[in-house]
């Protein structure tokens, strides 16, 4: 019989075998090489109330530390929250921005650059009060600025001589205080106009309109300018949108509209979240587009719990060519505090890859799983 202290001990080195398993590096089969940049893209991030930094990537961060670049969608400004719990610092969306000192979890993620264009980061007072901690942090931003100009400037890194362009959009956005304008701050804007149609048999009331969207052609023009100055001095283009409907499948149409038109701009991945579901993915030009790629970390304590499915994106790159992306699905347990990586062979790894491929729809790309991965087909030459 083992004793009290045996028994202790074992528990110990139980828990810190599960940790090591836990935080081990992804075998990916596409290795890391000094020709190549190796990307992660992470959806919808949000932190908020934790006391322990480290703790949030713990569970990842060896297979983030293995990569050359890693870009996280913020949802959620470090601009300081109310402390009356009766009000709210977004009352119409009852939602709470984070403290500053939360952008602690992104440094010890390793994160370096987040995209701050989507529907929260508001009003603009916020917003700048976000991007002083993230300066302050070493933590590099897109998407939001002073002006329409510096909301619109890329970031470019560069790996080895290859040089990696990041830009961050929203069609997610209020009619104040939100857009940045020639003379007032704000995030990067793509206008979206909506318009709603009777359904076809008006004999049966109760139905739906049909809703029709379509991008503003003057927005399109400068989306397509951005894009197009950022190809002509990088590698490689990444894009990132914030975009959809929450909490649907379905892609809207101008998503699809957005996504085409940045491709054929010269975008090399169209990366998308904001519905905090999965939605499809589909290639076009042999370049990937993420629709909507769940949740990543996640602590806002209204929407943790509602979805907690999310992929990590693997993207490769050579200062010639996408060479490959390829992706594993992710998973927050109940409590929410970490993030795991999950064998798309087996068990909630497999489960979340059959939920995926349920809403590609028919314009979906071919997903094939090689070793612990899903491969994107049709993109890249591996």
């Known amino acids: 019989m083992k004793t009290k202290s045996q028994l202790s ?14 935080d081990e590096l992804w075998p990916w089969q596409v290795p890391n090489t000094s020709d190549r940049a190796v990307i992660f893209l992470m959806a919808d991030t949000n932190i908020q109330n934790r006391t322990n930094h480290s703790e949030g ?3 990842v961060k060896a297979t983030l530390n293995a990569a050359d670049l890693r870009f996280a969608n913020l949802e959620g400004p470090f601009a300081g929250a109310s402390k009356d719990p009766r009000v709210r610092d977004i ?15 992104l440094v010890q993620g390793g994160i370096d650059v987040v995209g701050v264009a989507n529907n929260v980061t508001w009003p603009w007072q916020a917003l700048m009060r976000s991007i002083e901690v993230l300066d302050a942090a070493g933590v590099q931003y897109v998407g939001g600025g002073e002006n329409i100009e510096k909301a619109n400037t890329p970031v470019v890194l560069e790996v080895d001589g290859i040089k990696v362009g990041f830009l961050s959009f929203a069609a997610t956005v209020f009619p104040f205080e939100h857009a940045a304008t020639e003379i007032r701050p704000g995030i990067a804007e793509i206008k979206v106009h909506t318009a709603y149609q009777p359904p076809p048999n008006l004999d049966k009331p109760g139905q739906p309109p049909i809703v029709l969207t379509w991008l503003d ?3 399109r023009g400068r989306m397509v300018g951005y894009v197009a100055a950022l190809e002509s001095k990088t590698d490689l283009v990444i894009t ?5 409907v929450s909490n649907t499948t379905n892609v809207v149409s101008y998503q699809r509209d ?18 905090h579901r999965y939605q499809s993915i589909e290639v076009y030009e042999n370049r990937p587009i993420f629709y909507s790629a769940g949740q990543f970390l996640f602590d806002d304590p209204l929407r943790k719990e509602r979805h907690r499915e999310g992929l990590l994106v693997r993207v490769v790159a050579t200062k010639q060519e996408l060479y490959s992306v390829s992706f594993v699905p992710t998973w927050r347990p109940e409590e929410g505090l970490e993030i795991f990586l999950e064998d798309p062979n087996q068990g909630q790894g497999k489960e979340l890859l059959g939920y995926l491929k349920s809403v590609l729809g028919d314009s979906g790309a071919d997903l094939s799983v090689v070793g612990k991965e899903v491969v994107i087909g049709g993109v890249g030459v591996h």
Do not use: M
């Not at 009352?91 to 979890?105: A, C, F, G, L, Y």
């Not at 990132?240 to 959809?244: N, V």
């Open 217 to 219: 052609e003057a927005s």
């Open 9 to 22: 001990i074992f528990c110990i080195v139980f828990v810190f075998n599960i940790q090591l398993l836990a």
């Open 91 to 105: 009352p119409h969306k009852k939602w709470n921005h984070s403290e500053p000192d939360q952008v602690q979890t």
């Open 240 to 244: 990132s949108f914030h975009w959809g």
């Open 57 to 59: 990537y713990r569970t």
């Open 258 to 275: 957005i996504a085409h038109t940045v491709i054929d701009a010269g975008a090399d991945v169209v990366f998308g979240h904001g519905p």
